[in-house]
């Protein structure tokens, strides 16, 4: 997954561009800037790889789907259906909109269970956030359709996505809004920051506004611009965008090793009779960033993982018991630990968390591993890891 393994001359060469002419501000300071804009190359490069209308840059994943979430109308007291096993940023994402997170199960897709989202949807319901898990994704037609059906917001959280491909359209644009993380593990890096992509033009256009703090950037004059609504800043800096410029020009680069590397390793499991792997929809295609496989049961997968760990294979992780994916380490969630008060009716649309259980994800997280593939490793670092693997798997079941 991680674009930090590419680092060099051409990521070098687009921030000097910017050291050079010292704007480091996306917007404005047309004269001083030498004719870089950095953050506006960069969403064109985005709307062109991903095919989508729209996209526009902000500081972070997370602020990216709080934006995302925000241009579409989401806000105080309604309810967002998003998966249990995710990144604990789409929980807080949600969460600061004044919203209500209802967490459902996953499936063997690693993603939202179909059945579970249509089984949670109430009259508060105004959006469902598929969470493309570990370069994978969920049904989407299925999902799209559940949305469709009953008048829902379909957001994709596709920040360890990027490049993954469902029926031919790019993870992120298949939803009515999509969002991508830049952060310094991401398949591509900025250091920080992300992107909403849409092809809705009002989405767009309140994207635009919302993550700087209300401006319609009309005209060249900051100070005189207007304020339609409320906003905030979520901009990104030149710099950062700089990075990812020339991150996303590597962008097949680093796919194409990924998948070679993926594929060794997959083959070498595949003769393993105890190992099925996450179920891709069809039609989709990931973007090999993680190879994640299940074992027979919990037991035999948190036994290889700590062998895996202990015979110096890193990177290979166990979410059952992880602090940051799954929601069973979530306390500070569930007893609502906050530096300040939160609205009495999340509280309440959160009390659920406490005593909810949910055996599905339980069943798929608690046997699945996914093992992070790298870019740096050479064609027979990936061989030995692989044949090591099959080695430390047999003689742990
Ligand atoms: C990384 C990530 C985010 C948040 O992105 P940041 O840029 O780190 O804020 C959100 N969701 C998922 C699934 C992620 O992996």
Redesign the pocket.
């Known amino acids: 997954m991680p674009g930090f393994e590419l680092f060099g001359d051409i990521e070098r060469e687009q921030v000097n561009d910017v050291l050079e002419s010292g704007v480091l501000m996306r917007y404005g300071f047309d004269g001083m800037r030498n004719g870089h804009w950095k953050a506006k190359e960069l969403e064109n490069e985005i709307q062109n790889i991903f095919q989508v209308n729209h996209a526009q840059l902000v500081s972070?994943?997370?602020?990216?789907?709080s934006v995302a979430l925000a241009s579409a109308g989401v806000g105080a007291g309604d309810e967002v259906i998003m998966p249990t096993f995710?990144?604990v940023?789409?929980f807080e994402?949600v969460m600061m909109l004044g919203a209500i997170p209802v967490l459902v199960e996953i499936d063997d897709t690693l993603a939202l269970n179909p059945e579970s989202v249509l089984q949670a949807i109430t009259d508060k319901t105004k959006a469902v956030m598929v969470?493309?898990?570990c370069g994978g994704m969920g049904e989407m037609d299925v999902l799209k359709d559940i949305c469709i059906e009953h008048n829902l917001i379909l957001i994709e959280?596709a920040?360890?996505a990027i490049g993954a491909t469902y029926k031919n359209s790019a993870l992120g644009s298949i939803g009515d809004l999509g969002?991508f993380?830049?952060?310094f593990?991401?398949t591509i890096t900025c250091g920080?920051?992300?992107a909403v992509i849409t092809n809705n033009k009002d989405y767009y256009l309140h994207a635009d506004h919302y993550s700087d703090h209300g401006h319609d950037h009309i005209g060249n004059d900051r100070g005189a611009e207007c304020h339609p609504f409320l906003g905030y800043n979520f901009r990104i800096s030149e710099l950062h965008a700089a990075v990812g410029l020339a991150q996303i020009k590597r962008l097949p680069e680093i796919i194409n090793i990924q998948k070679k590397n993926y594929t060794v390793i997959r083959e070498a499991l595949s003769k393993v009779p105890e190992i099925t792997f996450r179920r891709t929809p069809e039609g989709g295609e990931e973007n090999y960033s993680f190879l994640s496989f299940f074992l027979p049961d919990i037991e035999s997968s948190l036994k290889v993982s700590q062998a895996l760990k202990a015979c110096g294979i890193d990177g290979c992780f166990q979410y059952y018991n992880n602090n940051w994916h799954y929601l069973r380490n979530w306390d500070h969630l569930k007893d609502f630990k906050s530096l300040y008060p939160i609205s009495k009716e999340v509280k309440s649309g959160l009390k659920y968390l406490k005593s909810k259980s949910y055996p599905k994800s339980d069943y798929y997280i608690g046997r699945n591993i996914s093992c992070l593939i790298k870019l740096s490793w050479t064609e027979e670092e990936v061989i030995k890891r692989a044949s090591k693997m099959v080695e430390i798997i047999k003689s742990s079941l």
Not at 60 to 65: E, F, L, M
């Open positions: 972070s994943g997370t602020a990216a789907i995710t990144f940023a789409s994402a969470v493309q898990m959280d920040c360890q969002c993380s830049f952060d593990v991401k920080e920051g992300g």
